[in-house]
């Protein structure tokens, strides 16, 4: 996504979504970025404290992002995904 945000570029184009205005379209990214990040922090600082998979998924604190849409749907997604990734586990 930085590498994105680097181009020298009016629009984004969204796998699936709508096509903002130049501004808000790169806002929407920045925020994306920053919502994946936050996310993979998370995950990965209950893993680096020994928590087990099942127990991150009750702990895991989203903040700002917890009130998104589909969060709670697709949380449990990226910390499996990033415990899998970080015990050497995905292909």
């Known amino acids: 996504m930085d590498r994105a945000l680097a ?6 184009i969204p796998d699936h979504g709508f096509i903002e205005t130049p501004t808000v379209s790169r806002e929407e990214l920045v925020t994306f970025r920053d919502s994946l990040r936050a996310v993979i ?17 009750k702990q895991a604190n989203w903040g ?14 990226a910390v499996r995904r990033v415990y899998l990734e970080r015990d050497g586990k995905l292909p």
């Open 41 to 57: 922090a998370e995950a990965e600082r209950l893993h680096a404290a020994g928590v087990s998979v099942e127990e991150a998924l």
């Open 7 to 12: 181009m020298n570029v009016d629009h984004f």
């Open 64 to 77: 700002e992002y917890a009130g998104w849409f589909l969060a709670e749907q697709q949380g449990p997604v």
